[in-house]
């Protein structure tokens, strides 16, 4: 008989992605839920990453990342942001970004270490903060706006907060900080010994006239900060799951120690196939761009029906509210509503409630525009009933 285990995570179940992913494949649904292209990334990064292997560099690499790639994106930072990051000792690859954040969950948080996350967040935070011992201190965005509450976050740190976790631009809300707010955080934290965890993996989603604001360009937060980024998201190779973290000496000292014994170090090939592709800006340059162009296309769809649209300032991510939508007379929860849309109109999306631990409702949904422009215009066809 198996031993009987209690549960590490007893709040932590299916993921609403897999869900929805799964029910979108068995209605035969347009899977606007989850979070990835269904395009191809460029031709010419994967004949760098198979060249990579031609050359025979499929050995372990340095824990720390291969040193190419590690001075392309201290290159990178340094040009976009204007801080300069030692590629030797603040700059380190990991296994994608959720990785990289529960790196730095684990190498500063100790039990009963309080952490602020701004609801709605990723879903990885809060369980990220629980195998650590600590514990989660949850601060809502505004409703509507999901702007940050500086009053609110003030209130709430106490003696015992370590950290606080910022996404910017915003998953799922599609909001971005603007320069206002990042010095209201910097202002609020300067007195404190409150470290930073800023997930900026849509960095190169942020649309005109807007622009990112790196945590990296403010020497208060810069100084306190692990600064986190996706190559993934970036070059549409979401399942390759590699990432960096930029934060100085000391902290990434702490970060590396937990590294080592987590995933030790990552691809080799693909990390010489990027620092290759890294050689030419225009790729991520031009990305703001590319995904203007489907975020309006998606949203000139989604005008033509009775969603309310949010702002959509950053990710490719479209949040819209379902609250003049009734399905047989009556309105439904988020997820309610989510199920009958995948399964009886033929488009997956995701409800916000999945994104609160409480599963606050607000009639919101949230779809993914990161695709081909034929599989969007076919969603909106089917979204065209309501």
Same mark, same amino acid.
């Given at each position: 008989?198996?031993? !009987?285990?209690?549960?590490?995570?007893? *709040?932590?179940?299916?993921?609403?992605?897999?869900?929805?992913?799964?029910?979108? @494949?068995?209605?035969?649904?347009?899977?606007?839920? @989850?979070?990835?292209?269904?395009?191809?990334?460029?031709?010419?990064?994967?004949?760098?990453?198979?060249?990579?292997?031609?050359?025979?560099?499929? @050995?372990?690499?340095?824990?720390?990342?291969?040193?190419?790639?590690?001075?392309?994106?201290?290159?990178?930072?340094?040009?976009?942001?204007?801080?300069?990051?030692?590629?030797?000792?603040?700059?380190?690859?990991?296994?994608?970004?959720? @990785?990289?954040?529960?790196?730095?969950?684990?190498?500063?948080?100790?039990?009963?270490?309080?952490?602020?996350?701004?609801?709605?967040?990723?879903?990885?935070?809060?369980?990220?903060? #629980?195998?650590?011992?600590?514990?989660?201190?949850?601060?809502?965005?505004?409703?509507?706006?999901?702007?940050?509450?500086?009053?609110?976050?003030?209130? &709430?740190?106490?003696?015992?907060?370590?950290?606080?976790?910022?996404?910017?631009?915003?998953?799922?809300?599609?909001?971005?900080?603007?320069?206002?707010?990042?010095?209201?955080?910097?202002?609020?934290? &300067?007195?404190?010994?409150?470290?930073?965890?800023?997930? +900026?993996?849509? +960095?190169?989603?942020?649309?005109?006239?807007?622009?990112?604001?790196?945590?990296?360009?403010?020497?208060?937060?810069? !100084?306190?900060?692990?600064?986190?980024?996706?190559?993934?998201?970036?070059?549409?190779?979401?399942?390759?799951?590699?990432?960096?973290?930029?934060?100085?000496?000391?902290?990434?000292?702490?970060?590396?120690?937990?590294?080592?014994?987590?995933?030790?170090?990552?691809?080799?090939?693909?990390?010489?196939?990027?620092?290759?592709?890294?050689? *030419?800006? &225009?790729?991520?340059?031009?990305?703001?761009?590319?995904?203007?162009?489907?975020?309006?296309?998606?949203?000139?769809?989604?005008?033509?029906?009775?969603?309310?649209?949010?702002?959509?300032?950053?990710?490719?991510?479209?949040?819209?509210?379902? #609250?003049?939508?009734?399905?047989? #007379?009556?309105?439904?929860? #988020?997820?309610?509503?989510?199920?009958?849309?995948?399964?009886?109109?033929?488009?997956?999306?995701?409800?916000?409630?999945?994104?609160?631990?409480?599963?606050?409702?607000?009639?919101?949904?949230?779809?993914?525009?990161?695709?081909?422009?034929?599989?969007?215009?076919?969603?909106? +066809?089917?979204?065209?009933?309501?």
């Amino acid at each position: 008989m198996t031993p !009987e285990l209690v549960t590490k995570l007893p *709040n932590v179940g299916t993921t609403i992605f897999t869900v929805m992913s799964a029910l979108a @494949q068995e209605k035969n649904a347009v899977n606007l839920g @989850q979070g990835f292209p269904d395009f191809q990334c460029d031709p010419v990064l994967v004949d760098a990453v198979a060249n990579a292997m031609r050359l025979g560099l499929n @050995q372990y690499p340095s824990m720390l990342g291969v040193m190419e790639l590690r001075q392309a994106v201290a290159d990178k930072i340094k040009t976009l942001y204007k801080k300069s990051y030692d590629p030797n000792t603040e700059i380190t690859v990991t296994a994608g970004a959720t @990785q990289a954040i529960l790196n730095a969950v684990l190498a500063i948080v100790k039990a009963g270490d309080e952490v602020i996350v701004l609801e709605p967040c990723y879903d990885s935070y809060i369980p990220n903060i #629980e195998m650590a011992g600590g514990v989660t201190v949850r601060v809502p965005l505004t409703p509507g706006t999901f702007r940050p509450d500086f009053d609110k976050i003030s209130a &709430a740190i106490t003696p015992r907060t370590r950290a606080i976790i910022v996404n910017t631009p915003h998953n799922p809300s599609a909001t971005v900080w603007s320069d206002e707010e990042m010095r209201k955080l910097e202002e609020i934290l &300067a007195p404190t010994q409150i470290l930073l965890i800023s997930d +900026e993996v849509y +960095e190169h989603m942020v649309y005109a006239p807007l622009k990112h604001l790196s945590a990296a360009s403010y020497p208060g937060l810069a !100084e306190r900060a692990f600064i986190i980024s996706s190559f993934g998201k970036t070059y549409h190779v979401t399942g390759w799951k590699i990432a960096y973290c930029a934060a100085p000496p000391s902290l990434t000292k702490e970060f590396r120690k937990i590294h080592q014994f987590n995933v030790f170090t990552v691809n080799t090939p693909v990390q010489y196939g990027l620092a290759e592709y890294m050689k *030419n800006p &225009a790729p991520y340059l031009e990305l703001p761009g590319f995904y203007q162009k489907k975020r309006d296309l998606f949203r000139a769809g989604l005008a033509r029906t009775h969603f309310k649209l949010l702002p959509a300032q950053g990710t490719y991510f479209q949040c819209a509210s379902i #609250e003049d939508l009734k399905v047989a #007379e009556r309105h439904l929860s #988020e997820a309610d509503f989510c199920t009958w849309l995948t399964s009886e109109i033929g488009v997956a999306a995701i409800p916000l409630s999945a994104f609160y631990a409480d599963a606050f409702d607000q009639k919101t949904i949230r779809f993914c525009f990161a695709k081909k422009d034929e599989t969007l215009q076919t969603a909106l +066809e089917r979204l065209a009933k309501l």
